[in-house]
């Protein structure tokens, strides 16, 4: 059976606490709940619990500061953090706190508990990971779905030691990006950082990058120069697209990291270094190791700790963060200040972003530059993306559409029962064909055999459309 103990839920929503509360009680938990940092001291002292489940943002403080010193007189104890504010920060100041487990609300009440029963398991206080003093304003990571809590908890874990990080995910997630966040926070940090892209050197100088060459080891070589490893020592050496690392390559890098040192192409004499590993790759390593491109032996040696990345469509929730972020950016570099509105925000969200994050960058860096409305709208953005990986439109605004006309037609009978002729078909075609065909044409920069193409109708077609609605084609495109 497993273990039970007494446990201090502190969080000021008392929602929680009831809930929390009868979960671990259920578990045979003796529990005691406090609602703020005062309360939480007064019981620290009179309940003196083995467990203490704390939020961040209570009404009376920050609920991370004190814990260093609540864990110092009371190494036995462990903490459970929970916390709205899901962010890089809270994750790494958790662990540094020395707490035990640091869960993003909203979370899994099956996750608390099996936390409290591991903490109960383990009972080592984790004071360890004390204080660092580490940087924390400006951590570039951004994003709150449940897929970067992950990555957030697993960075928080790694800071503290060398393990080799594989990091995985789509081009543009952000591989490079956690790579830099695990070096600039860890112990390392005031060492080098040296990245190196496998897919983007020949592949027969891979070699002589990694592990540097001697003077005449091949034409050209002109000074004994050193390689990535060497410039790397005592920081940490970015390995990205390791998928597309040669075998041979594979098989000296596999020699260094067992060993330890490097050997230069056309040296003799080994180089002790001391490099932390982060490797990066888009591709199916397992699958590459089946069609013998890749060594299993050092797929075995990089993958001792994965993190990974999904792709931005996966992770919806980040996009207007993520976008507003990069727009805050922009606005610190000196480009004006811009918004985003609700229908611009909806399309951004709608979108499946193939380039992942890096896609979104670049497009509300453009859109940052070139607009001059101080607020981005859908239209402004539906120019931005390209055209066919716009969503068809969804069931709702087609759902408006069909509702607006049901009542249109309906306003239309009532008027029009009196009438001769009231001509319904072509008066709402009307209406709606030259927004389509307006729309359609703009999206295309005024091209009417595009627009013809986008529509499903001949070109000739459009051309009488226009003229019959009076829309002058040349006008369209200027006014654009
Ligand atoms: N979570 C994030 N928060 C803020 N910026 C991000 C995030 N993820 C990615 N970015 C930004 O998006 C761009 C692409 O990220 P990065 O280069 O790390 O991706 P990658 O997965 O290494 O791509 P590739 O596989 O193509 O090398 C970078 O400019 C990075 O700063």
Known sequence: MAATGTVLVVDDDPAICVVVGEALRRQGHKVKIAGSIR?????????????????????????????AEIIERKPDLNVIILSAQNTLNTAIRATEKGAFEYLPK????????????????????G???SEQGLPHDGLPLVGRSPAMQEVYRTIARVLSNDLSILVLGESGTGKELVAEAIHSLGQRRTRP???????????????????????GAFTGAQARTAGKFEQAQGGTLFLDEIGDMPMEAQTRLLRVLQSGEVTTVGGSKPVRVDVRIIAATNKDLPRLIEDNRFRQDLYYRLNVVPVSLPP????????ILLARHFLDRAAQDGLPRKA?????????????????VRELQNIMQRLAVLSRENVIAADMLRHALPLDAVPADHAAPAGQLAQ???????????VGLGQANPQLHDNLLAVIEPI??????????GNQIRAAGLLGINRNTLRKKLTDYGLDPLQLRLSD
């Open 39 to 67: 309360e939480r001291t007064a019981l620290m002292e009179s309940f003196s619990p083995d467990i203490l489940i704390t939020d961040v943002m209570l009404p009376d403080g920050d609920g991370l500061d004190g814990v």
């Open 312 to 319: 931005l469509r996966e992770r919806r929730e980040d996009v």
């Open 404 to 414: 607006a006309v049901r009542e249109w037609t309906k306003r239309q009978l009532g």
């Open 127 to 129: 004071a360890d990971a």
């Open 193 to 215: 950082f040296v990245a190196i892209n496998m897919a983007a050197i020949p592949r027969e100088l891979i070699e002589a990058e990694l592990f540097g060459y001697e003077k």
């Open 436 to 445: 389509l065909l307006q729309e359609t044409l703009a999206s295309v920069d």
């Open 340 to 356: 985003l509105a609700e229908d611009a925000a909806q399309l951004l969200m709608a979108y499946h972003w193939p380039g992942n």
């Open 106 to 125: 909203p979370f899994d009440l099956n996750e608390l508990t099996r936390a409290v029963a591991d903490a109960l398991g383990h009972r080592s206080g």
